[in-house]
């Protein structure tokens, strides 16, 4: 199954394709606009941080624990 590509978007990866090193590198550093999120991804965002935040607690307790 190929993916559908329109013109404008091929003619823009043909032009990235081109470019020099440093031009690419410049093209690829400017910032993106920040996504609108809904409040149901917002709240699953912080609750996966709060969950990282957790494992890596308890990942440095037993790891000190076991040091004993």
């Known amino acids: 199954m190929s993916e559908e ?3 404008a978007s091929e003619r823009e990866q ?15 550093s400017l ?8 409040r149901r991804a917002r709240a699953a965002l ?3 941080r709060v969950f990282a935040v957790a ?8 790891f000190a624990v076991s040091l004993h």
């Open 5 to 7: 590509r329109s013109p």
């Open 46 to 48: 912080w609750a996966l």
């Open 55 to 62: 494992v890596s607690a308890m990942v440095v307790y037993t």
């Open 14 to 28: 043909e032009l990235v394709m081109n470019l020099e090193r440093d031009q690419f590198v410049e093209a690829t």
């Open 31 to 38: 910032p993106v606009a920040r996504a609108a999120l809904g």
